[in-house]
């Protein structure tokens, strides 16, 4: 069964106090709902463990924003697959575009790390997405083709059942642009469409395809509204626990 969600993505915002205080806002925010999507927020590494114990009786679960690509050893500063799970985090944010630009992250790189963050049992949430100039040249398919046969579709289906996509136009991240619901729509379809070529209908159907780029509490519901856009990964509005929670109601 496909799952609807929200997962917020903080990036390097929040101090461990001012992190623990959004959980907890937002926690008490949605301790007498009932979410129609499942909730997660992707934190730093610094918050993971303490904002995991706070949210361990909420709805709410818990993503990394990166692993590492080595199991583990003399890799000064990284933090491995195995120590997010240990935080109690469930999901870990792969391949996000701020970290394939600023961070060099490759094909490669990534791929290790999708088949560490599953060897651990973390789900991933595998970010893809074109820049400006590649929507300029009508490319995106191909990118985004590139992007899932570069680091994901060498998965066995059983593991690929594992992985949330997140489809994030790099020109709309941060930027106060939002693809339209009908350009976001065309492709989250036609990403949806790759899926079922390399690994079945049932499993494309299943599959947890989020949009991420400026999404709000404005944009959301009509983004949400189209058939193979199951939720939204939200960088800024993710920093608010109101703004986040009127995404989640846009469901
Ligand atoms: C993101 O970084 O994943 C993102 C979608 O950011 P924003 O919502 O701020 O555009």
Same mark, same amino acid.
């Given at each position: 069964?496909?799952?609807?969600?929200?997962?917020?993505?903080?990036?390097?915002?929040? #101090?461990?106090?001012?992190?623990?205080?959004?959980? #907890?806002? $937002?926690?008490?925010? @949605?301790?007498?709902?009932?979410?129609?999507?499942?909730?997660?927020?992707?934190?730093?590494?610094?918050?993971?463990?303490?904002?995991? &114990?706070?949210?361990?009786?909420?709805?709410?679960?818990?993503?990394?924003?990166?692993?590492?690509?080595?199991?583990?050893?003399?890799? #000064?500063?990284?933090?491995?697959?195995?120590?997010?799970?240990?935080?109690?985090?469930?999901?870990?944010?792969?391949?996000?575009?701020?970290?394939?630009?600023?961070?060099?992250?490759? %094909? =490669?790189?990534?791929? &290790?790390?999708?088949?560490?963050?599953? +060897?651990?049992? $973390?789900?991933?949430? %595998?970010?893809?997405?074109?820049?400006?100039?590649?929507?300029?040249?009508?490319?995106?398919?191909?990118?985004?083709?590139?992007? @899932? /046969? *570069?680091?994901?579709?060498?998965?066995?289906? /059983?593991? %690929?059942?594992?992985?949330?996509?997140?489809?994030?136009?790099?020109?709309?991240?941060? !930027?106060? $642009? #939002?693809?339209?619901?009908?350009?976001?729509?065309?492709?989250?379809?036609?990403?949806?469409?790759?899926?079922?070529?390399?690994?079945?209908?049932?499993?494309? &159907?299943?599959? !947890?395809? @989020?949009?991420?780029?400026?999404?709000? +509490?404005?944009?959301?519901?009509?983004?949400?509204?189209?058939?193979?856009?199951? *939720?939204? @990964?939200? *960088?800024? +509005?993710? $920093?608010?626990? =109101?703004? %986040?929670? +009127?995404?989640? =109601?846009?469901?």
């Amino acid at each position: 069964m496909r799952k609807n969600i929200v997962a917020g993505n903080w990036k390097m915002n929040k #101090t461990l106090q001012e992190g623990v205080a959004l959980a #907890t806002e $937002l926690k008490e925010k @949605l301790s007498n709902a009932t979410p129609n999507c499942e909730v997660i927020i992707g934190t730093p590494f610094i918050h993971l463990a303490t904002v995991s &114990e706070l949210l361990k009786d909420s709805v709410i679960k818990v993503a990394a924003e990166n692993c590492a690509d080595k199991e583990s050893g003399a890799y #000064t500063g990284e933090v491995s697959a195995a120590m997010v799970k240990s935080t109690g985090a469930q999901y870990c944010i792969l391949g996000h575009s701020e970290r394939r630009a600023y961070y060099h992250e490759t %094909f =490669d790189i990534l791929r &290790e790390k999708v088949k560490l963050a599953l +060897a651990h049992d $973390l789900k991933p949430i %595998f970010c893809i997405g074109e820049v400006k100039e590649e929507r300029e040249a009508n490319k995106q398919n191909e990118v985004v083709k590139a992007q @899932l /046969e *570069g680091s994901v579709f060498n998965l066995s289906a /059983e593991e %690929f059942s594992n992985i949330v996509l997140g489809y994030e136009p790099v020109w709309a991240i941060g !930027t106060g $642009l #939002t693809a339209t619901p009908e350009q976001a729509q065309e492709i989250h379809a036609y990403i949806r469409g790759l899926v079922a070529e390399k690994y079945g209908k049932q499993i494309a &159907e299943d599959c !947890t395809i @989020l949009y991420g780029g400026s999404c709000n +509490a404005k944009n959301a519901a009509g983004l949400f509204a189209n058939p193979d856009i199951d *939720g939204g @990964l939200i *960088g800024g +509005a993710s $920093l608010k626990a =109101d703004d %986040f929670k +009127a995404i989640i =109601d846009a469901f």
